[in-house]
């Protein structure tokens, strides 16, 4: 076989990728699109104030922070306004080394409260508990430095009731969040975890922890996030939760059944992706067990997050999340095409598999193929642009399908201008940012099979979308 029937047959290969990719994603879409059009069909009812049945179950909400000081104020404020019967905010200060405790403290007057509470799940030492002085359902656990897994187990001990929900310590929710995302575990006694959707707070204005506007960020990498984003919960979980087969509840807002996660041993600190895991590691115990479950992803429940704005951060985050993506799916292998694995266990695990795990290294290896073959004259240029623009014009239309859903259902964002932002960063991240991304996540897959030790790195905060903050009203 020469090199030019070999390249040839790569090519095609890669082309058959993309298309394949793609096909997915676009039914995923579809089945968003059914899917979203049916729940808001449903909700056609709630236009009238909200009022609550009184079956709401009590939720314990836990924010881990590690150097938080400069958005952690406004998250709490922004919790302690959320619309919901009784809930208690848990802030687990994981031995940061900047100001977080002390803003802590000032802040919600707290005061050392030595208590008694349950060890189900091995953490870092605890130095010392507080509960507000002004705020009764306030309470910070001060603890040594064990990451993100290790907190959330703290917090978790500490809990009192029987759901308990994950929060980013530098994320702002919409005050009727709670109470979105805990209808599942209300309709449907099977729902184990459910998670909500991330938006972007670059750019937004928020006073005193409540949006104020919506508004897009002036920086040219927050603008591409907003897109991916978008792309991420109104196309992939949208199109995987109806299955029961969605793999992913994002870290920054995701709400869980207490007693099923104790059940398979809380976060695992072992891996940099805990949220991404404990999630797999659910679906693997109830599909093997044979016991009935949901997992359940909710559109309309919106935690507003600040995303990186600088090239090293970005590219940190994103090779992290690689690196979790891989320990998840190879930490729970068994799952795939299990005969008990049902739809996650089928199509959605196969799925990640082949177009997220290795997924970057076939898109690299393929624009790779493209340059060299234009180089070597083993393809014409006629050819080298059909194939780049078959590339380019898949990954666009699935970003604008993307747009498309986003003004269909929310259309958050109002004016004209913004909407033709985002259809021209739509198509400008095809050129060079998806690329970009692809390669960070193929250094993260590299790590992960050399064993590098991974690292969280810090994430650097603008803080720019908060406004002065005032106190909000005592519960």
Known sequence: MTFETIYGVSQALFLLYLVALTGGYLLLNAISIFSLRRYFEERMGEQFPQAFTGYEPQISIIVPAYNEAATIASSIQSLLQLRYPEYEIIVVNDGST?????????????????????????????????????????????????????????GINLSVYPLFCCIDADSVLAQDSLYRVVQPFLFDHRTVACGGT?????????????LKQVGLPSSLLALLQTVEYLRAFLSGRQGWSPMNAMLIISGAFGLFRKEAVLKVGGYRTATIGEDMELVVRLHHHYRVTGMPYRITYVPDPVCWTEVPEDYRTLRNQRIRWQRGLCDSLAGHFELCCHPKGGAVGWLAFPFMVVFEWFGP???????????????????????????????IGLGIIL?????????????L???????????????????????????????GL??????????????????SWQSPQARPGKP
């Open 98 to 154: 900047d100001d977080t405790i002390e803003v802590l403290r000032r802040a919600f007057e707290l005061k050392p409260f030595p208590e008694a509470y349950g060890r189900d799940l091995p953490t870092r030492p605890i130095r010392a508990t507080y509960h507000s002085s002004i705020y009764a359902n306030v309470r910070v656990i001060d603890k040594d430095n064990g990451g993100k897994a290790d907190s959330l187990n703290a």
């Open 198 to 210: 991330i938006r972007v707070a670059n750019g937004c204005s928020v006073e005193a922890g409540l």
């Open 361 to 391: 290294a076939f898109e690299i290896i393929g624009y790779l193929l493209l340059m060299i073959g234009l180089g070597l004259g083993l393809v014409s240029f006629q050819i080298w642009m059909l194939c780049v623009c078959v590339a």
């Open 399 to 411: 970003s604008l399908s993307a747009l498309l859903m986003e003004e269909m259902t929310f259309h």
């Open 413 to 443: 964002y109002q004016r004209p201008s913004d909407l033709l932002k985002l259809v021209m960063i739509a198509v400008i991240e095809n050129f060079g940012y998806r690329q970009l991304n692809s390669y960070w996540k193929l250094i």
């Open 446 to 463: 590299i790590r992960w099979i050399r064993g590098t030790k991974a690292e969280w790195g810090n994430m650097i905060r603008s803080a």
